[in-house]
């Protein structure tokens, strides 16, 4: 079922839990995710795969699935030949896939309130070199605005319940999002991409998380695709300086090489560690790439009263 009540208010109330990494559940399932368009392409060839990923979170506990378009923009569709209307349509289409997952999990028997945030990435996934993790991409914050402001309009008008402005590796982008965000007067989460206490552009993350404090439509500010060692003091920083809730879902502790468009090493990710997330001011709790359904169902127990 999807719900009623607004995320915002379920957070002011309590945790929510967060689904994990949507491109390792589609692998798992067999999905070949190797081109530029990454899990974005099956919006266009296996939009029901998108769906089953979905509902294999919120079976697993998740509150809250994350759409299938971090990766889907106008740019990257065109490059594949997709027109400007139907890129929109896919756009559409992954917050659907989500709110369809929602519907099949009520009817499979959960009863919990269910939640669908509209994935919006930063301009370096576009360009799916690996600069998400790196910024300063050499744009205005103007250029960035009008890079971003066409695809949140677009996702905007399919009702998600919220944005989720995910794996921001600058502060500068942020200010970009946060622009466009206030603008259209939708709610959305702020989370950077991190490396110690710093963005990957190399920004303190105070800095980068005050941004955000003053914008109403911000229900939630933290960090995602990060290493679980990151997240303890971005999240003490992120409750300090804003005093929103945190949202937290990093990677599992493996590294990208974006070279081999591979991951490297080895998990560190514990679904215990999320307590101690929790006793710091998170309250959006999940995980990203590498973290599946089985991890996801350990941190919502972790997290049941």
């Known amino acids: 079922m999807t719900s009623d009540t607004s995320l915002a ?43 089953e990923a979905h509902l294999a979170y919120f079976e697993a506990g998740a509150d809250v699935a994350i759409t299938a378009s971090y990766q889907a923009t106008f740019e990257g569709f065109a490059k594949r030949g997709i027109s400007r209307e139907r890129a929109a349509e896919l756009l559409a289409l992954s917050v659907e896939s989500a ?25 370096g996934a576009m360009l799916a070199d690996g600069s998400e993790y790196r910024g300063r991409y050499g744009l205005s914050a103007d250029e960035l605005a009008d890079f971003h402001r066409p695809r949140v309009e677009v996702l905007a008008a399919a009702r998600p319940d919220v944005l989720a402005l995910e794996t921001v590796p600058d502060a500068d982008e942020a200010r970009a999002l946060l622009r466009v965000v206030r603008e259209l007067g939708v709610p959305a989460w702020l989370s950077y991409t991190v490396d110690g206490d710093r963005t990957r552009a190399g920004q303190p993350l105070e800095e980068a998380f005050a941004l955000a404090a003053d914008v109403d439509e911000v229900i939630a500010v933290g960090v995602n695709c990060c ?22 879902y990093p990677n599992s502790g493996e590294a990208w090489d974006a070279g081999a468009r591979a991951w490297d090493g080895r998990s560190s990710f514990t679904p215990e560690e999320v307590t101690g997330w929790r006793a710091s001011g998170a309250r959006l709790i999940g995980g990203c790439c590498r973290v599946g359904p089985e991890a996801i169902a350990g941190i919502a127990a972790a997290l049941t009263p």
């Open 9 to 51: 208010a379920a957070l002011a109330a309590g945790t929510v839990v967060l689904d994990g990494g949507m491109s390792n559940q589609l692998e798992s399932a067999g999905h070949d995710l190797s081109d530029e368009l990454w899990s974005a392409r099956l919006l266009a060839e296996r939009p029901e795969a998108i769906t």
């Open 99 to 123: 709110r369809e997952a929602a519907r099949r999990a009520a009817a499979k028997g959960v009863t919990r309130p269910l939640w669908v945030a509209a994935s919006v990435g930063p301009y």
């Open 227 to 248: 290493a679980p060692q990151d997240v303890d003091g971005a999240v003490r920083a992120a409750a300090r300086v804003t005093g929103k809730p945190v949202v937290v």
